[in-house]
């Protein structure tokens, strides 16, 4: 999760879970959705409109 939230600061702009999957070697995006998903209910992260940013 960490990676996760990691890599949507050093990107800087919101993105969808398939773009954000392409910086990681073996993620899938059905799995990074998810992450991104939980990082929004804690607070952590914002999703508008199937984009994510911190």
Do not use: C, N
């Not at 910086?23 to 952590?44: C, H, I, N, Y």
Request: glycine share 6%; no cysteine.
């Amino acid at each position: 999760m960490r990676a996760t939230e990691q890599a949507l600061q050093s990107i800087g702009h919101p993105v969808t879970a398939a773009e954000l999957a392409k910086r990681f070697s073996r993620a899938k995006a059905e799995e990074l959705q998810e992450l991104l998903e939980t990082l929004a209910v804690m607070g952590r992260a914002h999703e508008d409109s199937g984009k994510f940013k911190v």
